[in-house]
């Protein structure tokens, strides 16, 4: 079992969560009980990590909106 990291899109708040990936539409915040909350990638970049294995840089340089871990 996985853990994951979420965030809470009703009050911020950041917590980590063993889950099954079929189980993530179940995550609640331990903080205010909000359903709305997603899945973040802390360090690394999601594309990053689906695209070129030997560019370890994140994704400087290239479009990553979909990215919550690195900000680009
Ligand atoms: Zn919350």
């Given at each position: 079992?996985?853990?994951?990291d979420?965030?809470?899109?009703?009050?911020?708040?950041?917590?980590?969560?063993l889950v099954?990936?079929?189980q993530m539409d179940?995550?609640?915040c331990p903080e205010c009980g909000s359903r709305d909350v997603k899945?973040?990638?802390?360090g690394?970049?999601?594309f990053?990590?689906?695209?070129?294995?030997?560019?370890?840089?994140g994704c400087s340089g290239r479009?990553?909106?979909?990215c919550s871990g690195c900000g680009h």
């Open positions: 079992m996985p853990l994951l979420f965030q809470c899109g009703k009050c911020g708040n950041k917590f980590d969560e099954y990936t079929s179940k995550v609640t899945r973040v990638y802390e690394k970049c999601y990053g990590m689906l695209g070129g294995l030997s560019d370890s840089g479009s990553c909106s979909g």
